[in-house]
């Protein structure tokens, strides 16, 4: 990988320190720091990718999606529009003293999508999970707990329907 400069190209900002793999192609309005994005992927247009995330190579996320610290994708994995993580299970803006809660007051909790894995428009994938090598988490889905590999998950919160089809 290498890295990139500060860009204001076609409005979009991509940090000094962020990682970026060969033939990155990115939409406009894409907001990047701190993170890692392999080779080859496709990120649209309002997405933003934090500190201490990971995108592998042959990765396509969709527009408006929300990557944050502490997640991990691997390879060829697709994400759709309006994708959104979490890495907080109680998240909360002030201390017990009432003060703005910083980076040192919380600590992040990790979930990691596994190669060739599919996770639908509208999903929201909570803290702590692992969604398996090849699975598909339905559009709409709130993922709450792993998803094993080859499943297809679906619903609030998300449940096994069926096995992938080898394709």
């Known amino acids: 990988m290498k890295e990139s ?3 204001q190209n076609r409005l979009t ?17 894409v ?4 993170c ?4 080859r992927t496709r990120i649209g247009a309002f997405v933003e990718i934090q500190k201490n995330a ?36 109680y998240p909360r803006a002030t201390a017990r003293d009432g003060a703005l809660k910083a980076d040192g007051d919380w600590t992040v909790e990790y979930t990691t999508v596994k ?17 398996g090598e090849n699975a598909i988490v339905g559009a709409g889905s709130i993922v709450t707990k792993d998803v094993p590999p ?3 998950v679906a619903g609030n919160p998300a449940k096994i329907l069926r096995s992938v089809i080898n394709e």
């Open 54 to 89: 990971e995108v592998g190579r042959n990765c396509k996320i969709q527009s408006h999606s929300f990557i944050c610290e502490g997640v991990k994708i691997e390879d060829d994995v697709f994400i759709g529009h309006s994708v959104t993580f979490i890495n907080d299970t």
């Open 31 to 34: 907001n990047l720091y701190g």
């Open 13 to 29: 900002s991509i940090a000094p320190d962020v990682k970026l793999g060969e033939n990155v192609r990115l939409a406009s309005f």
């Open 36 to 39: 890692r994005i392999g080779d």
């Open 115 to 131: 190669k060739g894995a599919s996770i639908g428009s509208g999903a929201t994938i909570l803290a702590n999970v692992i969604i």
């Open 150 to 152: 080859n499943a297809i």
């Open 5 to 7: 400069g500060q860009t």
